[in-house]
């Protein structure tokens, strides 16, 4: 993709909210708007733990020369290994080379990877590893991998921009679309550094009744079982926004959408004051949810564990914008 082909690009969209909220379905709802391509994965590597919010603090403000190398390994792990090849079963859809083609993939991790360090970044294809390796092994020791200290993030942030850009573009204007949309939950908690990477983009956190997000949870394979246990997963998600929101400074009022499931599925109108509000033009709004599924915690087999979360995380429901 040619740079003025990746500066087409009119809108910079991205989802978050606590997991179990609606994020995936508003994904969706917007990638049928006309001008917005929807990334079909949680591509996960601008918020995980060894993703880019991580390695733009660990060869920066955090910067030694050991934690940097071993940032550097796990995002390259990370990209190529965990979210990019690896077959795991349930998680195919994350698999980012039929997300983006291997090979635009691979090139544009290498370019970013070869800034970020002081050696040239290759991929051998004769490795045992697949598509190759770059950090050194035992029978290697003649390729040394020294990261880059960055006193200065500026350059750095630029770099981490145009591999978010240049991965997200493609398929968005291979489809004839100017804008993309991308969810990944833990997005919200990372907001000031999504709009650090793009002062243009804009972030929809979408919110649901905790006591949904409870029902809803509870029955997912990679939550725990116990109501006890997500609710404590709850509660540091809750306290970690809290402490983000009160904090971040969006470009601007605009570029920070708060909107709630249910008011979504009450008003499927509200979809496009929201396009509008990003400055897209309305569309035939998609939305249908059913209130049975978002409201499944209102049953009486879940009364009990709904009131325990009404206790447990009573000062978290006016954070959210829901009454008790």
């Not at 917005?36 to 733990?49: G, K, L, N, Q, W």
């Not at 290994?81 to 991790?109: M, N, P, Q």
Request: charged share 25%; glycine share 6%; net charge negative.
């Amino acid at each position: 993709m040619t740079k003025d082909a990746q500066h087409q690009i009119r809108h910079r969209i991205f989802i978050g909210g606590t997991g179990r909220c609606g994020t995936g379905e508003l994904l969706w709802w917007l990638g049928q708007h006309p001008d917005i391509h929807a990334i079909p994965a949680e591509t996960r590597f601008i918020v995980d733990p060894d993703g880019l919010a991580k390695l733009s603090r660990i060869l920066t403000i955090e910067y030694t020369p050991d934690t940097s190398y071993t940032g550097l390994k796990r995002f390259d792990e990370l990209m190529r290994f965990v979210l990019g090849y690896a077959d795991d079963g349930d998680f195919k859809e994350t698999k980012l080379y039929s997300v983006f083609g291997r090979e635009h993939f691979l090139e544009t991790l290498r370019q970013l990877m070869v800034f970020m360090t002081h050696f040239e970044y290759t991929y051998d294809s004769g490795s045992d590893l697949v598509d190759g390796y770059c950090f050194p092994s035992t029978n290697q020791k003649r390729r040394v991998v020294i990261p880059r200290y960055f006193e200065d993030p500026t350059a750095l942030t630029a770099a981490m921009a145009r591999f978010v850009d240049r991965l997200f573009s493609k398929p968005a204007l291979e489809s004839g679309k100017i804008g993309w949309c991308e969810k990944t939950p833990f997005n919200i908690l990372e907001a000031p550094f999504l709009w650090t990477l793009f002062p243009d983009a804009t972030l929809i956190h979408i919110t649901r009744d905790p006591r949904g997000v409870l029902e809803s949870m509870q029955r997912q394979r990679w939550a725990p079982d116990d109501p006890n246990h997500v609710m404590v997963v709850l509660n540091n998600i809750y306290a970690r926004w809290a402490h983000v929101k009160e904090a971040m400074s969006p470009p601007s009022p605009e570029q920070y959408i708060e909107v709630k499931l249910e008011d979504l599925a009450a008003d499927p109108q509200l979809l496009n004051r929201i396009v509008r509000q990003m400055g897209l033009p309305e569309y035939d709004s998609p939305v249908a949810c059913d209130p049975h599924r978002i409201y499944a915690w209102q049953r009486p087999k879940f009364h009990e564990t709904a009131n325990l979360c009404t206790r447990s995380l009573a000062p978290y429901f006016p954070l959210m914008g829901y009454e008790i």
